[in-house]
């Protein structure tokens, strides 16, 4: 299993003992390309989320390589890593934190806001923080993916290995939960 066209040919036929040598090979590179982008997120997790999704991303478009042995197959490697990280890098980055304490909220505030404004922007803070809170992890988690980060119901159900249908009830019930909390006028 040693020699590169061996083992490309056998994972462009899905054997996943092929799958198992490229992990093992060449591991090192991935998970140095993959900390170089994520390091500033400072987040270990993410990193081995992300390397998984990489040797995951050649596994199912395997027969997309098109180079000769095992150079291009390391130069296409690395470029799916490098693009796979980035894509983590973004998301993460799109990631809206809720403030932690009040000031940090009145800080997103323009500085013309009347007393009026700023107290209702501090009480629907402390209202979205309550509801929010309120949920489940996996339901938190899907609400932040779905209306924060633009993430599809397909998407998160890979995500977070559920069924679709179990992520578009969860939302629902979700905004539902949300409309309840939130005072008719």
Do not use: H
Request: include cysteine; hydrophobic fraction near 40%.
């Amino acid at each position: 299993m040693r020699n590169s066209e061996n083992y490309i040919r056998r994972l462009k036929n899905r054997e996943e003992a092929a799958l198992e040598f490229i992990m093992d090979e060449f591991f090192p590179l991935v998970k140095g390309i993959v900390r170089q982008v994520l390091l500033p997120l400072g987040r270990r997790e993410l990193v081995e989320e992300c390397i998984s999704d990489v040797f995951l991303a050649v596994w199912y478009n395997a027969e997309k390589f098109k180079g000769e042995g095992e150079e291009d197959f390391r130069k296409w490697l690395c470029a799916i890593a490098k693009y796979k990280a980035i894509d983590f890098y973004r998301r993460e980055r799109k990631c809206v934190e809720i403030p932690a304490s009040d000031q940090e909220s009145m800080d997103m505030l323009p500085p013309q806001a009347s007393a009026e404004e700023q107290m209702l922007f501090k009480e629907n803070t402390k209202e979205m923080k309550e509801l929010l809170n309120s949920f489940s992890d996996t339901d938190r988690s899907i609400f932040i993916m779905k209306f924060l980060w633009g993430m599809s119901a397909e998407e998160i159900s890979r995500k977070l290995g559920l069924t679709k249908s179990a992520v578009d009830n969860r939302i629902y019930r979700s905004k539902k939960e949300l409309l309840k909390g939130v005072p008719s006028f």
